[in-house]
């Protein structure tokens, strides 16, 4: 029995680590920068990072974008999103 809860926590492991290993090949300098006529293939979302410097802006601040298009490679986009966690309007 225990034989066999250490051979499911090993097979849960590496699929977590798999997984992982996937999300982290993303490397940062791959990313592409976004256009308004990209056609954007996203079959599933990674992640989506807030690129500030500060914790509240009023502007617009660069971000990026990880995902997994149809045919299961990973993509990177940036762009800029509009931030207005800092606004007092």
Do not use: Q, W
């Given at each position: ?10 097979t849960?492991f590496?699929?977590?680590?798999t997984?992982m290993?996937e ?5 940062i300098?791959e990313a592409?920068?976004y256009?308004y006529?990209?056609?954007?293939d996203i079959a ?21 974008m ?6 299961g490679?990973?993509?990177v986009?940036e ?11």
């Amino acid at each position: 029995m225990k034989t066999m809860k250490f051979i499911l926590a090993l097979t849960v492991f590496a699929s977590v680590s798999t997984a992982m290993a996937e999300t982290n090949n993303a490397d940062i300098s791959e990313a592409k920068p976004y256009r308004y006529s990209m056609n954007l293939d996203i079959a599933e979302l990674i992640k989506v990072e807030y690129l500030r410097s500060a914790p509240a802006h009023c502007s617009v601040i660069p971000a990026r974008m990880t995902y997994k298009d149809s045919s299961g490679a990973i993509e990177v986009i940036e762009y800029l999103y509009p931030d207005t966690s800092g606004c007092t309007d």
